[in-house]
């Protein structure tokens, strides 16, 4: 699973226009050591087995303007594509509310009805699913992760520094 | 267990194969032939005009049986005018 953090940090990984901002920015790697259990697996209960309900759900997405469903916390992920997620997040300078699904599986469960999608991590921005990691990675390479941020009110760490350099080279050019 | 390991590359590419009729499709397994673990390019027609979101639906929903017991799975699917940019890209 190394392999998403060697993508992510290599070098002309960004879109050009993002190039002198992304190598701006340190990029801390948190080695994911345990397996992967990125979708549903046989181990998974019937499906009589308590939920976490869509009510209860709808709620949650919306507690912050970012929020993300994954495989252990921000400090310690449990799985490469939930890592992804975080270093994505972390480039962008996103804060974030985090809900570990391996803590609970009614709401691992859950979430994966309330949205019909199969894998963990997912991620919602202003209450609204967006994807999962590899979504999430696309977006961060075309630079829609920042519109769709900003569409939320929330400014990129990536964009400012891309600013702070354009106003910088405006002023060297003068 | 054995039901990790049900599927192999070839039958997911089928399966991709007769639902979108890619013009191009590439099914990795990183799992050392154990079928629990894949990665997917695919490249069709039937995606334009889809937004992301879309796109990576309809492939989960293609492989819905599959996905029930396949661990990781990974996939990057483009319209083919898409695609002819993520090569420029890649050269």
């Not at chain 1, 992510?8 to 948190?30: D, K, N, Q």
């Not at chain 1, 600013?163 to 405006?170: I, M, Y």
């Not at chain 2, 194969?17 to 013009?23: D, G, I, K, V, Y």
Request: proline letters at 4%.
């Amino acid at each position: 699973m190394n392999r998403i953090s060697q993508i992510l940090l290599r070098p002309g990984f960004f879109t050009s226009h993002l190039a002198g901002a992304a190598r701006a920015t340190p990029v801390m790697t948190t080695a994911a050591t345990t397996r992967c259990w990125y979708s549903a697996d046989a181990t998974a209960p019937p499906a009589s087995a308590a939920t976490v309900d869509k009510s209860t759900l709808e709620k949650l997405v919306r507690t912050n303007k970012v929020v993300v469903f994954m495989k252990g916390n921000p400090q310690a992920p449990r799985c490469g594509f939930s890592n992804a997620v975080v270093q994505i997040m972390r480039m962008h300078g996103v804060q974030y509310d985090a809900h570990d699904v391996l803590q609970n599986e009614a709401l691992r469960q859950g979430v994966k009805e309330f949205t019909d999608w199969p894998t963990i991590p997912q991620v919602f921005i202003n209450g609204e699913f967006v994807g999962g990691c590899d979504i999430l990675l696309q977006m961060h390479q075309s630079g829609d992760l920042i519109e769709e941020l900003q569409k939320a009110g929330i400014v990129s760490e990536l964009l400012k520094a891309q600013q702070a350099k354009d106003e910088q080279d405006a002023k060297n050019k003068k | 267990m054995s039901s990790e390991c049900k599927y192999d590359a070839k039958h997911l590419e089928d399966k991709l194969r007769a639902r979108f009729e890619p013009s191009h499709v590439e099914v990795t397994d990183d799992s050392d032939g154990c079928g629990a673990k894949f990665s997917v390019i695919i490249v069709s027609k039937e995606f334009v005009g889809q937004s992301l979101l879309k796109k990576h639906r309809l492939v989960n929903q293609s492989l819905a049986e599959e996905l029930k017991s396949i661990h990781a799975f990974s996939q990057k699917a483009y319209t083919p005018e898409e695609w002819e940019k993520v090569q420029q890209q890649q050269q």
